[in-house]
């Protein structure tokens, strides 16, 4: 099948709005597939005492046996062990890097990634509706090739690219203008710091004048041929950028001109290899609206990890503090204690994520999988800010108990 025909047939995928029991029908055909073709997980289930016809409404999903992000890190030696294909059948492995070194890695083939593609082009869209032919986006990260090459560090593994770098190949394909990474290398910063601290750390530099003159200098254009402005890449850098501008008594007013597009996670101070002081979100969407002129309204945080299929969007509430994320219609999520791992349901309950989907993962056991994120159920069923259907959550941070810590931001990469 033809790479467009293969994209188009999962873009009406991803229209549907699949009800309980249709997306029950898809989690069986998904469990008894992986079953068939997977040994570990199928151990798994017989282990547990499951049966796939115990599926039969929404609350079974619970009874689901669930993949902890834990098992796919290198050191836990599984990753080869939830494949589904053959290894040399893969497209890659996506690699996530974390605080200990020890990334995820999650075997994908072709047919993952253009899942992964239009998805989140959904989402992109979805939360983001522009004129994306005539916006310019700025993001605070490395470019794709040298994400991936960061993960070289961690694992001898290949062919791999990094789980976040996917995302903005993403964005690359659907602008038309070029995307501008501000976060860089340099060789002359690089011998300075070297001969100044012994380390290569400080090679790398963020662009954040030419960012601040790319700005003023689309502002004195005519307004028709001004291009609307996306701010993207790491909350820790975008707001090292503002205090810059605060500093300087820099600010604009591009009212609904601006969209500031974060990559989840890194609130509580961290965020792969970094550390950092951890970052108030209220306090961050105010210094947006009050510097580049604009509204809460404008920022939206993206939540994913590398061990599952989905990308969660959100928007920002000013009655919650916090950025509300949406379970979008192809996917399930369930809260469970932290202790027990029972289901919580009721509004406001806290505890960890399982994420549900039958979609995306053709080459490797990932249909329910749970994250060592702490997070709280907003509502059910309806998005109480803006009336989307379907399930609703924040993210509080990550849980700090365990060796396994979680990997579940998009951008993992500093
Ligand atoms: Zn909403």
Redesign the pocket.
């Known amino acids: 099948m033809s790479k467009s025909n293969n994209r188009s047939i999962i873009q009406s995928t991803l229209q549907k709005d699949y009800k309980d029991i249709e997306f029950i029908s898809l989690m069986k055909d998904v469990i008894t597939e992986s079953i068939e073709s997977n040994k570990f997980y199928g151990d798994m289930v017989k282990e547990s005492g499951f049966n796939v016809d115990d599926l039969n409404n929404i609350n079974d999903l619970e009874l689901i046996p669930y993949i902890p992000t834990t098992y796919y890190k290198e050191s836990a030696n599984n990753f080869r062990k939830l494949l589904k294909i053959p290894e040399e059948k893969l497209q890659h492995w996506n690699c996530s890097s974390t605080t200990t070194g020890d990334p995820s890695l999650v075997g994908v083939n072709e047919k993952d990634m253009n899942f992964l593609y239009e998805m989140s082009r959904k989402s992109f869209l979805d939360f983001i509706p522009r004129d994306w032919d005539n916006t310019k986006v700025f993001l605070f990260s490395p470019d794709t090739t040298m994400l991936t090459r960061f993960c070289f560090r961690y694992t001898k593994v290949r062919p791999i690219k990094a789980y976040s770098s996917n995302f903005y190949a993403v964005s690359e394909e659907m602008l038309k203008l070029k995307v501008k990474y501000l976060f860089t290398f340099s060789i002359s910063k690089t011998l300075k710091s070297i001969i100044k601290t012994h380390k290569i750390v400080g090679g790398f530099f963020i662009k954040q004048t030419e960012f601040i003159e790319d700005i003023e200098k689309n502002l004195k254009k005519p307004e028709e041929e001004r291009f609307n402005i996306g701010i993207g890449g790491s909350n820790a850098l975008i707001k090292s950028t503002m205090n810059l501008m605060k500093l300087e008594k820099v600010s604009f007013n591009l009212g609904d001109n601006v969209d500031v597009v974060l990559g989840g996670g890194g609130w509580d101070g961290h965020k792969g290899q970094m550390k950092i002081d951890p970052i108030d979100k209220v306090e961050f969407v105010s210094q947006i609206s009050e510097l580049f002129g604009t509204t809460g309204k404008r920022v939206i945080d993206l939540y994913g990890f590398t061990e599952n299929p989905i990308l969660f969007g959100s ?1 920002w509430s000013d009655k919650h503090e916090d950025f ?1 994320f ?1 379970c979008p219609h192809y996917s399930r999520i369930i809260i469970r204690e932290i202790l027990s791992r029972e289901p919580l349901k009721k509004e406001g309950d806290r505890g960890f994520l399982e994420v549900l989907t039958p979609f995306g993962s053709t080459a490797s056991v990932r249909h329910a999988v749970t994250v060592d994120d702490y997070v709280e159920l907003v509502s059910k069923h309806k ?1 109480p ?4 259907e379907g399930d ?1 959550f924040k993210v509080l941070g990550r849980l700090e108990d365990k060796d396994g810590l979680g990997c579940s931001s998009i951008i993992q990469w500093v």
């Open positions: 928007h509300v949406h998005c800010e803006c009336g989307f609703t």
